[in-house]
């Protein structure tokens, strides 16, 4: 037996003696899995319904830090509780660990049982909302891009992060022969998360040492986002069930290409392809030309959701596929938006800014909203740009650190009325965190130079 399951299918299975454990999971702000393990008996009987966490999950930090500033809990406010609500439609079997189910939970006020709003579900679910209001669904794949190392986490961290080796000693970019010696790690992703219902299509390899590619088939919005989530969860217990670890940080050495997570979007009514038009230039409707316009309007206020960190940032680097501007282009992978599937019912559009590093809920829901305000003011699309777009000096540019981003988050107006002002506040002081922790640190570079020259 394979793929999601029912709570009938899972009694059943427990029963029998398959599964015994069940994770119930809420996705944080960082795009991670938190939760409990709860045994079957227990969440078949009545956790199937809800249960509860602490509601720091939501505001904290890769660290698990407690900031201040956060306006929906805090020290001062005791970190209560929030409700998780498990989304059966997501009950899954976890194939890469003995005995095991998983579960994606919604996550709720525990006074009002309302959604709360900076959720990552949560926001994702309003623009799919947003949009099912106009008529359109969205049709939306992820790429995951990450590096595999020789050795584990725990002695990578042992180390202190010093000697990181990739698994691989050369550029391994559609290598068959250089994956096929990956093949004890990127085997196991594709067929256990298959066994999982998340409908991988390939792995590859990328343009560097040691850097993997996951492609996952396109689906709706939400169940994009869950896919991307989980599939990131597993690569990176597989890679470290087999001593090694994986990386999603987007730029691990200087000298090293980055890692991205290109979103690809399209919309549809029903079965028709409302981004398709046959007799328009490229194939692209009217809709869709008010839709990218409104995702280039808008690039530099989204771009925190798609670059969360400090790190983020130093992905943007010229001729390394990484874009710095934030124009659109026919099949060319130097501009921020690429457009795939030209002249076809397959067309749409590829975001390029996004790291490895994003939540893919967050990300998502602001290129809808972004392509929203597009069609609500019937934006007219510039011309594609053409050649080697890093040398456009009259496109704009991608926000070239996390402080430039974050501004541009506080202040959209877009963004504010798409989602909220507390979910943007939430995420600003978000991104303020970021930089205020990274501000406050004496790196080995600046040491290293002027130690003894200063």
């Known amino acids: 037996m394979t ?149 584990s986490y725990d002695q990578l961290r042992k180390d202190g992060y010093r000697n990181l080796q990739p698994i691989s000693g050369y550029n391994e970019d559609y290598h068959i022969l250089q994956t096929t010696k990956e093949e004890s790690v990127m085997r196991p992703v ?22 993997e590619e ?38 691990w050495h200087h000298r090293k290409v980055g890692s991205s997570s290109h979103v690809h979007l399209s919309l549809w009514q029903g079965d028709e392809a409302a981004f398709f038009d046959k007799g328009a230039a490229h194939g692209m409707s009217a809709l869709m030309r008010q839709f990218v316009a409104g995702q280039i309007a808008h690039a530099r206020e989204i771009t925190f959701f798609l670059a969360p960190y400090v790190n983020s940032y130093k992905r943007f680097v010229p001729g390394t596929f990484a874009p710095t501007k934030t124009v659109w282009s026919v099949d060319n992978r130097t501009a921020g938006f690429r457009l795939c599937g030209e002249g076809t019912r397959g067309v749409r559009i590829e975001c390029r800014i996004g790291g490895s590093d994003l939540n893919p809920y967050l990300a998502q829901a602001a290129l809808l909203a972004a392509g929203i305000a597009g069609i609500e003011q019937r934006m007219d699309l510039a011309p594609p740009s053409t050649g080697d777009v890093y040398g456009d000096a009259d496109a704009d540019e991608v926000p070239t650190t996390l402080r430039d981003a ?23 002081r978000c991104g303020e965190w970021e930089q205020e922790e990274f501000d406050r640190v004496v790196t080995d570079w600046e040491i290293a130079r002027g130690f003894e020259r200063a």
């Open 3 to 151: 793929g999601t399951l029912t709570l009938d299918a899972l009694r059943a299975a427990h029963d029998g003696g398959e599964i015994d454990t069940v994770l119930v999971c809420l996705v944080d702000m960082q795009g991670r899995l938190m939760g409990k393990r709860f045994h079957a008996a227990n969440f078949l009987e009545h956790s199937h319904a809800e249960t509860h966490c602490c509601n720091y999950l939501l505001a904290t930090d890769l660290e698990m830090s407690t900031p201040d500033g956060y306006a929906a809990t805090s020290w001062r406010k005791g970190y209560g509780d929030y409700v998780m609500r498990p989304d059966l439609d997501t009950l899954r079997r976890v194939p890469w660990l003995e005995g095991t189910a998983m579960v994606l939970c919604d996550v709720l006020d525990h006074h009002t049982h309302e959604p709360v709003p900076h959720a990552p579900r949560q926001v994702l679910k309003r623009q799919v909302a947003r949009l099912e209001s106009l008529g359109y669904t969205a049709k939306m794949a992820t790429e995951l891009e990450f590096f595999l190392f020789e050795q």
């Open 214 to 251: 996951l492609n996952i088939r396109y689906a709706g919005a939400l169940a994009c986002a869950d896919h991307h989530t989980i599939a990131k969860h597993a690569i990176k217990e597989i890679a470290w069930a087999r001593g090694h670890a994986a990386s999603f940080l987007p730029k």
């Open 406 to 428: 974050t501004r541009t988050l506080r202040t959209s107006k877009m963004l504010r009325a798409a989602m909220g002002d507390d979910v943007i506040d939430h995420y600003t």
């Open 190 to 211: 594709r067929n256990h998360l298959v066994a999982a219902g998340i409908p991988v299509e390939s792995t590859k390899g990328e343009a560097e040492t040691g850097q």
